[in-house]
């Protein structure tokens, strides 16, 4: 009896890390999106996770993906997998690029220090916000990674001269134009809350820092949150608490126009990724203007409700530029196999913002080192179920639209 019960009883090795024990009940990204949601006061989390009005765009974003399904190929000898591909020049290990956003440190103190040094032991290029709570060269002295620069186009034209030129001197291989925030879309979870940024702890907030203990230390222990690459240069620089409405109203310059980019060609000899692109035709004037790379988005569902879904406008897009324009999608990424269909249908890369804030503030950096090798290990899992060794091997024939 004896030896039967020693060969069915196995006692696991008790874990003293608490982090190692949270993350290894992380199966998916959707698991730490709910462990971030324990740890994080009310507001932060409805910050990273929450959308624009209804949340209509922030939903189909995701639900795009599952709306496309395999049409699996067997026998193709699939022992060796790679999942490389070559975006603006540079080869990566997975086409996914990590996007920018915002007031990061929210999430976790080292903030987008952490999610660089994630980055760069990935092999990804990791971009930073305008908008980074950690500055320009901040983020450069901790990762020899590859880095995009995300701009924000403020109505101060010096100021944004002085951060391109910033950027190229520490490194940074492209900027991003982020386009579709003209305006700030009502972010209506941030509106009942009377969100601000940085969040103030304070009367109205001590219940829910009492609540999330270790949050709460980890910020109070920190420096101030402001926007690190302007501190002392501008007016608002996330030094004082405000609402991203105001903000966005006081500094963003709404005459942005396709006229402008002349302008950042004089101030940047490299790459340009267009941002926010949601139609056909402004995909085509990209082209025209010699635009290296347009991402799909409608900023994460967070701006306009109803926008186009970037998966689905992703074929109508290649279809009319024709190869002259790398094409990346933003927007719903959850898991690696969601990457594997977008790339089916044709992308150059894809991006994902709040998969690995989810991690960043469900376990801080390791976190976010686990929402990338979480994202890894599936695209390759889906590559071999699919019958592709590559990404050269994946083509339109290996999925379709569920209502087609």
Not at 43 to 67: C, H, K, M, P, Q
Not at 204 to 209: K, Q
């Amino acid at each position: 009896m004896w030896d039967t019960i020693r060969s069915v009883v196995r006692f696991k090795p008790v874990e003293t890390d608490p982090v190692a024990r949270r993350l290894a009940k992380a199966a998916n990204v959707h698991d730490l999106r709910r462990m971030a949601k324990r740890r994080l006061p009310g507001g932060v989390f409805d910050y990273i996770d929450g959308g624009a009005e209804d949340e209509v765009t922030l939903e189909r974003n995701s639900l795009a993906f599952a709306e496309l399904e395999w049409v699996p190929r067997v026998l193709r000898n699939v022992q060796a997998i790679d999942p490389a591909t070559t975006l603006l020049g540079r080869r990566h290990p997975m086409p996914l690029v990590l996007a920018p956003t915002g007031f990061t440190r929210i999430a976790d103190s080292q903030g987008e220090l952490a999610v660089a040094r994630a980055a760069e032991r990935a092999g990804l290029t990791y971009s930073l916000s305008t908008m980074g709570t950690r500055s320009i060269e901040e983020v450069a002295e901790v990762s020899d990674g590859p880095k995009w620069f995300q701009v924000y186009v403020w109505k101060d034209r010096g100021l944004v001269a002085e951060l391109l030129g910033r950027a190229k001197a520490a490194g940074f291989e492209a900027i991003i134009i982020t386009v579709d925030l003209a305006v700030l879309g009502r972010r209506e979870r941030d509106v009942r809350r009377g969100f601000e940024l940085p969040p103030k702890i304070g009367p109205s907030t001590i219940i829910d820092g009492i609540v999330h203990p270790g949050w709460t230390w980890d910020f109070v222990r920190a420096d101030p949150i402001t926007f690190s690459s302007v501190v002392g240069q501008h007016d608002i620089d996330g030094s004082t608490a405000v609402s991203l409405a105001d903000h966005a109203h006081q500094q963003f310059d709404q005459s942005l126009s396709w006229a402008d980019i002349a302008w950042f060609r004089q101030q940047w000899d490299g790459p340009i990724v267009i941002k926010g692109v949601q139609s056909v035709a402004d995909a085509e004037i990209a082209v025209e203007h010699g635009i290296e790379a347009v991402a799909l988005s409608n900023h994460g569902g967070r701006q306009l409700d109803q926008a186009p879904v970037p998966l689905e406008l992703l074929d109508p897009v290649l279809q009319a530029v024709g190869g002259e324009t790398e094409v990346i999608v933003d927007g719903g990424i959850r898991r690696g196999s969601d990457i594997v269909k977008a790339m089916c249908l044709g992308a150059s890369a894809c991006m994902a913002g709040r998969a690995y804030l989810y991690g960043l503030g469900a376990a801080g950096e390791r976190g976010v080192d686990h929402v990338l090798g979480l994202l890894r290990a599936d695209m390759e899992r889906a590559m071999a179920l699919v019958g592709a060794t590559t990404i050269d091997d994946l083509s339109p024939d290996l999925v379709r639209w569920r209502s087609g």
